[in-house]
T-cell receptor
């Protein structure tokens, strides 16, 4: 069964550095998402992306965050200048036709030192 | 999206059916009931969804009451690998394609040997 893949599984970065988290969504999916989960807390929506533009973003997704689909397969989340509170699991998800369920990757654990 | 209420935690003996309840008394006519689960250290996994009819797939069954104010997810023969947090989510399925999933705190199901 096709699945969403994320790399790396664990990223350790110094505070203030830029980080790029990578995702390969399911190949025929059209809608892409990023979520995050701080340790012990709920999974929180960050952003959704369709037709090469952001369709919705949360309050968390401020100017430090950006998303890109640089080619036909990858979907990336960039954090420009990381802060300690950015430490979390980041999950990528994708979905196909309208209303179809989202499928999630196993996440990237981001640790900011 | 309508609010849902789930028990914080439940236990189930291995091999027995796990019945996970969810209340969604404010559900609207065009809102579906979705179930996801999150096994420790993994991304959320889609299980099943339905509108008003009972649904079954290879993973689980979903029973929705006639008034649609509550539902039950049934794992017919729980295994240790079913130990996870189970999320009941109510959302509109066909609202324009993209739509974030809003996770609550879910039910922590512990399957006991």
């Amino acid at each position: 069964e096709p699945e969403v893949t994320q790399t790396p599984s664990h990223q350790v970065t110094q505070m203030g550095q830029e980080v790029i988290l990578r995702c390969v969504p399911i190949s025929n999916h059209l809608y892409f998402y990023w979520y995050r989960q701080i340790l012990g807390q709920k999974v929180e929506f960050l952003v959704s992306f369709y037709n090469n533009e952001i369709s919705e973003k949360s309050e968390i997704f401020d100017d430090q965050f950006s998303v890109e689909r640089p080619d036909g397969s990858n979907f990336t989340l960039k954090i420009r200048s990381t802060k300690l509170e950015d430490s979390a699991m980041y999950f990528c998800a994708s979905s196909g036709e309208q209303g179809k369920p989202q499928h999630f990757g196993d996440g990237t654990r981001l640790s900011i030192l | 999206d309508a609010k849902t209420t789930q028990p914080t935690s439940m236990d189930c003996a291995e091999g027995r059916a796990a019945n996970l309840p969810c209340n969604h008394s404010t559900i609207s006519g065009n809102e579906y009931v979705y179930w996801y689960r999150q096994i420790h250290s993994q991304g959320p996994q889609y299980i099943i969804h339905g509108l008003k009819n009972n649904e079954t797939n290879e993973m689980a069954s979903l029973i929705i009451t006639e008034d649609r104010k509550s539902s039950t997810l049934i794992l017919p023969h729980a295994t240790l690998r079913d130990t996870a947090v189970y999320y009941c989510i109510v959302r509109v399925a066909n609202s324009g394609g993209y739509q974030k999933v809003t996770f609550g705190t879910g039910t922590k199901l512990q399957v006991i040997p």
